[in-house]
Every structure is written in C-alpha cells, then in structure tokens.
C-alpha cells in the first residue's frame, strides 16, 4: 500500500545543507580560536621582552662610566628563549651625533640594548645614554 500524500521528515538534501552549515560554523569559531591563541602568545611574548629589557637597562645605566667602553659587563642573565645583545655608539662632539668608533671619548654613550624571543615572535629595544661624570660629582 501506498501512502498518501507527502511523508514528513528531513530530505538527504536538507542533512547536507545543514551539515555544511554546522561544518562552516565550527571551522569559524575554531579558527577564531587559533588566532586569538597566536595573539595572545606574540602578546605575552612581547610583554615578556619588555621586561627585560627595562631590568637590563636598569642594570647598565647604574654600571661605572668606562671611556671607550666595548660593552657594559652586568649581572643581567635573559630569561630562556630569549637573547639580549647591546651596542655602543659614541658622541662625536666634532659632528653631533653618536658613532660607532670611538676616538676620542667625550663623555657620552649610547647603549642600545635589545632582547629578542629566539622563535622571532618578540624584540624589544631600549636605549641608554650614559655620561661620564665631572671630577668630584657623586
């Protein structure tokens, strides 16, 4: 016996239409997710670097002046995963600006300190400038 009329319930069709749709939803939340997880971790990483840098540059601005100074020695140790690196520049009183060689030492330096996460995703930069200090000034 036939049935009469049209039977209720859900085509094939409308399974897979609903089914993709659920599919695409997911894979929306779930990458949304995924890219607030990267965020979230190039962000602390960041944070991270910035710390310690500042401690670095704490650390080398309160270290003796030296004349012609290669590299300032300080008891900053970088967390793991990251690399902590500085340059001196001079001033050069002849042409007013700060240069890599030293001639003859004015007094002034410029300490670019940087640390860097290993993996690439954070580095952070800090400048220090110190000055030797005039006979008799403590």
């Known amino acids: 016996m036939r049935g009469t009329g049209r039977e209720a319930g859900f085509t094939l069709v409308d399974t897979i239409v609903g089914v993709a749709i659920l599919g695409i939803g997911v894979t929306t939340v779930v990458g949304g997710m995924a890219t607030s997880i990267t965020v979230s971790a190039r962000g602390r990483a960041a944070a991270e670097?910035?710390?310690?840098?500042?401690?670095?540059?704490?650390?080398?601005a309160t270290a003796t002046y030296v004349d012609c100074a290669t590299?300032?020695?300080?008891?900053?140790?970088?967390?793991?995963?990251?690399?902590?690196?500085?340059?001196?520049?001079?001033w050069?009183?002849?042409?007013?600006?700060?240069?890599?060689?030293?001639?003859?030492?004015?007094?002034?330096?410029?300490?670019?300190?940087?640390?860097?996460s290993d993996d690439g995703r954070a580095s952070e930069v800090q400048p220090v400038a110190k000055r030797r200090r005039?006979?008799?000034?403590t």
């Open 49 to 60: 670097a910035q710390i310690a840098v500042r401690s670095y540059a704490e650390l080398v």
């Open 71 to 90: 590299s300032y020695s300080t008891p900053f140790t970088a967390p793991g995963g990251y690399t902590a690196t500085q340059a001196v520049s001079y």
């Open 92 to 116: 050069d009183s002849a042409t007013s600006t700060f240069g890599a060689t030293c001639g003859t030492d004015s007094g002034l330096q410029r300490i670019t300190l940087t640390v860097a």
């Open 134 to 137: 005039p006979a008799g000034e």
